[in-house]
């Protein structure tokens, strides 16, 4: 990329002309996003550091994940509870992590000197970041500092993270749809989450689910975080829910182990982890979003059976 911006313009005349230069789906304008007290985040003027401007790999294809995993939800009729992950479940904030991480972790003035400066790359990412507590990715990322050192700087993450969530984030396609169905329906419903509290708390309130969830469960708060089955098992408890009639929406591999290790079908939003790990961690399918023919077949097919074994 040879061309630069400046921040005169307006944050979406920018975009509009980046995007139609780059013809790239994501895209984080900055100039807007940061307040004052970062202004050591605005040095950088280059569009590679103004803007996340390649996407992190998609999973396009709906029904690629084989003909062994049939789209069906029968065994769990009647269906009582929802369980719902936050981050690429609920809403695609993925691109926004790594954003976040690409920033703090080449930002020179924090002298963090990771990678020798080299920014991370969205595999990096997406491999060794993508779904993990921070606990964890502190581990990952600096396993010789002390942790109090490396949680802190977590702490700037999620903060930055928090700024550009309020610009950036979006709904999954047809989670409004989800949602309204499962409110007809009366059935339980909980946020099930590693991220920390205060985040989840944004995310749920910034896609206007705040009394749609009747409980949010954090990882950090439980004994295990993610991929450990606990934060599930709380979840099931905290709104009174049988696993045997409960389903389980997760994007991420180890999300995936959390809930089918707390004994939940599972199925698998391919917001943006490659399929194959997704039915590896063991999805009882997969679905592209919320639109998903796949999707409502299933849940229609359990309804069906749900009426007519409380006929017999
Ligand atoms: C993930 O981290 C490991 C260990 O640091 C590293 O060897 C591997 O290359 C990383 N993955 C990617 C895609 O960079
Ligand atoms: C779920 O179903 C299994 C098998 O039918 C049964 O053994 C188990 O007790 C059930 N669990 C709950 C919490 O009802």
Redesign the pocket.
């Known amino acids: 990329m040879t061309q630069s911006y400046s921040y005169s313009s307006s944050p979406s005349l920018l975009l509009l002309l980046i995007m139609s230069a780059l013809s790239s789906p994501f895209l984080i304008p900055t100039s807007s996003l940061f307040s004052s007290k970062r202004t050591h985040l605005q040095t950088r003027k280059s569009c590679a550091s103004i803007f996340v401007a390649s996407p992190l790999k998609m999973s396009i294809s709906s029904d690629s994940n084989g003909p062994q995993s049939r789209a069906s939800f029968s065994g769990l009729a009647p269906l009582e509870a929802i369980l719902f992950d936050i981050d690429g479940t609920l809403c695609d904030s993925d691109p926004i992590h790594y954003y976040a991480f690409r920033e703090l972790l080449q930002e020179s003035a924090l002298q963090i000197g990771f990678n020798g400066g080299v920014p ?2 969205e ?6 970041l993508s779904g993990k507590h921070n606990e964890d990715i502190c581990y ?1 990322l600096f396993p010789d500092w002390d942790l109090e050192k490396s949680m802190k700087l977590m702490d700037d993450k999620e903060a930055m993270f928090r700024r550009l969530a309020v610009e950036q984030l979006k709904p999954v396609n047809g989670l409004h749809k989800l949602c309204k169905w499962i409110e007809d329906r009366g059935l339980k419903r909980a946020a099930v989450t590693n991220a920390p509290r205060e985040n989840a708390e944004l995310m749920i309130s910034i896609l206007g689910l705040s009394n749609f969830f009747e409980l949010l469960v954090v990882g950090s708060e439980c004994e295990r975080a993610k991929p450990f089955p606990d934060p599930y098992l709380k979840g099931l408890q905290g709104i009174k829910a049988s696993p045997n009639h409960t389903i389980v929406f997760e994007d991420s591999a180890s999300g995936i182990r959390a809930g089918v290790a707390a004994g939940m079908p599972v199925v698998g939003v391919t917001t943006r982890n490659p399929e194959t790990l997704l039915m590896e961690a063991g999805a009882t399918f997969l679905i592209k979003d919320y639109e998903d023919p796949k999707l409502w077949g299933a849940l229609e097919e359990q309804e069906n059976f749900a009426a007519s074994t409380a006929t017999t």
């Open positions: 991370i790359t595999e990096f990412f997406s491999q060794n990952v």
